[in-house]
């Protein structure tokens, strides 16, 4: 009997405006990892997903609001995305600074793709891993 595995499109939580809410986003992800059969080499994924994270807290959430993490597997490109409602575009800095100012740049490094897109209000910043292959 020929059984079809059926993967979720996408995985999504929003969370409000607090410190705790990063190892949510985290949690998060590692539970549709793992789900998606893709928990050994999600590390990098992992980390993306943090800093993200903490990037939409101190500059793209407004308080009172929050932010949404989805994730989408298409078998073999998972993307991540944090919507907020915050004004601003995200970038790398030109100089590098003793503490903070990082993330992006681990985002750079770690992730085949990023950007930033528009949505009303604010914007959505995401990373793509082309090399996402479920575990043998």
């Avoid at 809410?21 to 080499?41: C, I």
Wanted: contains cysteine; charged residues 25%.
């Amino acid at each position: 009997m020929n059984e079809t595995l059926q993967l979720p499109v996408f995985r999504e939580k929003f969370l409000h405006r607090q410190r705790r809410s990063v190892p949510a986003a985290r949690r998060f992800a590692r539970e549709a990892l793992g789900d998606w059969g893709l928990a050994p080499g999600g590390d990098d994924v992992l980390l993306c997903v943090s800093e993200l994270a903490t990037n939409a807290l101190l500059h793209g959430v407004p308080p009172g609001r929050g932010f949404l993490v989805r994730l989408a597997y298409d078998g073999t490109v998972l993307r991540v995305e944090l919507h907020d409602s915050g004004d601003g575009e995200p970038h790398i800095p030109c100089e590098a600074r003793d503490e903070g100012g990082h993330g992006l740049l681990l985002v750079s490094c770690l992730a085949d793709k990023w950007g930033v897109g528009a949505r009303v209000p604010g914007k959505v910043v995401w990373c793509e891993f082309a090399r996402a292959r479920r575990a043998p």
